[in-house]
Structures are given as C-alpha cells and as structure tokens.
C-alpha cells in the first residue's frame, strides 16, 4: 500500500506531517511512503529509508488562497504533484492536511470524479454511540445549490451501503423546523427534489434529532457542517476537562463525544473522486498526521474505493443533472 | 407587573400552558397575567381568579403556517390579540409559544421596532460558563441579507452594554474559516460591512471557537443559529444521561452544558422591539411555561425594556439601511 503525502500543506508543516507519517510507517510493514514536497525542506527531517520514497514539489498552496487560481499559476503545489501520482497509479491513496479548496480542485481536476458524481462531498459519523449515522458536507462545500445536497445524500448512502451494510439508507436534511415551510431557501428546494427522489426520503432533521435515532444520511450545506463538526471538537476539550475534573478520570471511549475529535485524529475520506483520498485537519500535529496516515491505510485494505464504486454503480439513478462542466473549479474558486 | 399570554399557541396549548402561568402566577405576589384565547378552550383550566384576566381571541396560528398571510387572514389570532394589548399598555409584557413566524410578524407590526433598528432578533448566552457571551440570530430570522447580521451586532451589543454592562462588546462572526475567502456568500459580505462599521469587530469565529473566549457577541444566520442552540439541546439530555449513568448523580449546574437548554426553560427575550416580549419554545409543557412567565417577570423587574432603549439610543450610531419598510412582514411571510 503505498500512500502519498502533501509534507507541505497544514499549519505544522512539514515537520509534524513527515514525523507523523514515518511514525504510522513504523507502525505498519505493509506500508509505504511517497513524501511530496520541497527538497530542501524535506531534507533532515530523515524521511530516507527503504519504503519511503521522496518526490519533488514546489510548496504548498497558502490557507486562505483561492483554490483554481493558485493552483493555475502554481501547477507544482505540493497538493497538485500528490494529486498526479495518485492518478498516475504511482500511489493507491493521497492525504494533505492544506488548504481544502485546493486539494477538492486538485482532486477533481487531476484524479477525476466517479461516473454520475457531480460534486464529490465529505461527511463523518459524529457520534460514537451512532457510528452509521453520517453527516454531510462537512466543508468543502460551502455555497451549495438544492440539487448538490441530493448528490451528497446519494454519496452518504453509497458509504454507508458500502462500509456498514445498511441496505437502504434512510436521508434527511437539517433543517430549522419539521414543519412544511420551515428551511431556509436551499434547504426548502432540496426538501422537494429528496421527496421526488427515489432515495428513502424521512424528512427534515432539526439540531436536537442529531443525536437522535431519525436518519441514517443527514445532509447539509458544507457551512453548517463545518461549524458544527468544528463546535463539536470545540466542545469535546471542554467535556473532557470536564470530565477529568470532576471525576479524576480520562473520557471514557463510551462517552457520548468520545468520537468528536474523529476528524482531527483521522480525517475524513473525499466521498466522490476515482481514487482514495483522505483530507487532514489544518492544524494536525505529528499524531493526528499518524492518524491520517493509518486511516488512509485502514480504508485501503477495506477496499474502500471497490466498494464506494460498487454501490455508486448499483445505485446510482439519477444524477439530477446538478453541474455542468467542472463546477468544483468553478466554485471553489471563487 | 401585567404579562399577557397566548394561551393557545405551542405543542401542548392550552392546557400546559395555562397550567404553567398559574404556577408562575402562584409563586409571585407581583405578577398579574393576561390570559388570551378561545373562551371555551379555557373554560375548565382555572384560569378565574384575582390576578387573572381573561381576553377572548380565536385560536392560534399553527406551526408552519405562513405568518404574515396568516395573521392578515385571522385578525383575532390569539398572538395578535396578545400583542395589541401589549401595545395598548394593557400588558406590561407578552409571552408566546406559537409560531414563531406570526409571533414576530405580530409584535413588529402591533408593537413596532425601536428607532433605528431594521430587524428583530433572538439570541443567548449557550453556556453556562460564559453567561456574557452572545449567540444572535437563533432562530427568527433564516435567510439573512449581510446588512441584518450587522444589525444582530448591534442589538446583541446594546443587551450585554444594558445588562452585563460590557462596555465595549468584541463582535465576531461565525464562520467555517478564519482566512479570508473562507464564508459563505452573505457570510463574506457582512464581514466586510462588520470591519468597516464602528463596533468592536474581531473577526471571524469557527465553530470550536464557540466555547473560547473570542468575541463577546457573534452573529450567524437563523438558520444556522437554530441549528446550533437545538444541538445543544439535545446534546444537554445525552450529556444528562450519561452522566447520571456514569456517576450516579444527576448533572451539576456548573457542568458545561448546564445552559444547553436555558431557551427551552425560560424562553429567549426578543431584541429590538418596543416593548418586552417573550418566545417560549413550542415543545414547552407547564414546566417550561412556568420557567417562560418568569422570566418576563425577571426581565421586567431588571428594567430590561429601558436598559436596551439606551444603550441602542447611546450607542447606536448608522443603521445602515438595512431595510426600509416593513421587511418582517415581506420575509417571513414567505
């Protein structure tokens, strides 16, 4: 299994990120490493030996730059050169903890969407008493349009068919009421193209049915996503120091925000691209990038792209039309 | 002190309602209610009695109707009833539980705005260990222009200057990333209306920045903000649960989520209009009625009402144009 690694995007970088990954290399005799970055930054950072292989790339695209532009002017971003060894086949996974924007262009562009995906998405269990449970998007996309939240709902439910055995996932979407009229406008005209659809439509989902037992893909806007996988994390610090004070003890793995930091200490799988792609937390030190490392390795040896195609195969009816051309470019561009 | 209460409006109306205003009514000598709804609906619930009037009205205008139709079509609508004798001085505050759409329509068009202020809005403090620390819109207002968002500030600014006497509120604005570019559309542009206004901005605030002490005010989109406030919800009866498993003992009031479910046991008070009104949650049953009724009283024995008027008269400086006529009426009857 070799995974290639973005060393230079990520606010530790590339320091944590090499430390981080020659760490689940140890870890892991089947693996091995494709570092990406600048020479002469990688250099001393000892990522030489026998299943660790060193590419040259330029550095990273900067947090905070628009994604298709910087990545035209900069075609050797370390982000892009990681992107073009998976799709050349020199690699069976990727994983940078950069700027998002980029990596989802860089995906899209160099590696390339599966058959009838029109925006690839990604969405993570938030709790660990209901791990097949999934919400999505959690961040890439921010400005969505009704017919994307439709695609993220078939992709949520490719997932889960695939990795949980859950034959007919149940959708809902997050919304501010279960009442009709209730939504905002996106929320509204995706509510009507789910209820037309032939996914197994359940309705709204409002905040507090989150944790309850209402649907198995609940999708959002990648806005409302990422502000609340992000107060989740928030808060697992505060319920952790909580917890330690009150009882002397650590969280126990059976706490109700034990998996809230999933994404932090493992990241999250880009749902939708040909290849495996696996996008870390920004602000990922050298354990959370072992974490993202042993994921990316974990979902290559439970066949996870098969599999994810498989059911998008066999699922997969109507792609709604959402996009024409390369919206991702488009979008995340802006 | 005289509270007027739509009896009819709310999940379990009349009955739970009324039963939680006299319970109220019993433990404060001060307090004189104004019960307001369907004479034969109330008849049998007790509501004879000293410090009780009972005004007729037809019944309420159900959740998810649409509000500003609605309450041209049913004039005599228990809301609307209820805040036309707020408006005449009949009542010294209102509280509703019903449709939080009419409830708003209702109290801007009988009560009026306060001078300078475009649009209403609802916000709280989430948790119990930062009680100064404001989350606005939390629900009334979903689809948002970046003009509003900076009224939000502006109203969550003058509540903490008249109440917790923060001189100078930090204003941030929630948001899925701290570089520039990251935001959503309305997002983007409010942060740019925010940096050049004169309030104290600091910027934008991610989600797990929600539980630091970045900003005392932060402005979101109802929808998000509703999302958000009902997470915690919901999350407070998993965290109660278990913690009672775990230790034996039912949850402290200094844990972190302590405050999670304050709106649902006292309401949240609605900034920017005249004269004081009250939104109970539509789920509450006596007990959240009971908890709803005393604080309007809380707010009316604080001064609440005078204490905004000057802050917002002092401190108020560009209203920014937000809208010019009556924008409640047009968005939320949508």
Not at 62 to 90: N, W
Not at 169 to 191: F, H, W
Not at 278 to 283: D, F
Request: glycine fraction near 12%; aromatic fraction near 4%; proline fraction near 6%.
């Amino acid at each position: 299994m070799r995974v290639a690694i973005d060393a230079m995007g990520g606010d530790n970088a590339p320091e944590a990120i090499v430390q981080g990954a020659l760490r689940a290399l140890g870890e892991d005799p089947d693996l091995e490493l494709v570092l990406v970055g600048v020479p002469a930054e990688l250099r001393g950072l000892g990522p030489d030996g026998e299943r660790v292989r060193v590419v040259a790339s330029g550095p990273a695209i900067p947090e905070g730059a628009p994604p298709a532009r910087s990545l035209l002017r900069q075609p050797d971003a370390s982000v892009a050169v990681t992107m073009r060894l998976l799709a050349a086949g020199e690699a069976d996974a990727a994983v940078t903890f950069g700027n998002t924007g980029a990596a989802l262009v860089s995906a899209v562009h160099e590696v390339g969407l599966l058959p009838g995906v029109t925006r690839c998405t990604v969405g993570e269990a938030l709790f660990a008493f209901a791990p097949e449970r999934l919400i999505l998007d959690l961040g890439p996309s921010v400005d969505v349009r009704p017919a994307h939240l439709v695609a993220f709902a078939r992709l949520g439910c490719a997932y889960l068919q695939a990795f949980a055995g859950v034959e007919r996932p149940r959708v809902g979407i997050l919304s501010n009421g279960g009442e009709v009229g209730k939504g905002n406008q996106v929320v509204k005209e995706a509510t009507a193209l789910l209820a037309a659809s032939d996914l197994m439509f359940v309705g709204p989902v409002e905040g507090h049915e989150l944790v309850q037992d209402r649907a198995d893909v609940i999708v959002c806007d990648g806005f409302v996503g990422n502000v609340l996988v992000k107060f989740c994390e928030g808060l697992a610090a505060v319920l952790d120091h909580h917890w330690r004070r009150e009882t002397g003890r650590p969280t126990p793995a059976t706490s109700p925000w034990a998996n809230f930091r999933a994404i932090e200490q493992r990241g999250a799988a880009l749902l939708g691209v040909r290849r495996p792609v696996v996008l870390g937390h920004g602000r990922a030190g050298a354990d959370e990038a072992a974490g993202v490392v042993r994921h990316a390795a974990r979902l290559l040896r439970g066949g996870f792209q098969q599999r994810l195609e498989e059911a998008v195969r066999e699922r997969w009816r109507d792609p709604e039309g959402a996009d024409e051309g390369d919206p991702e470019v488009a979008a995340a561009g802006r």
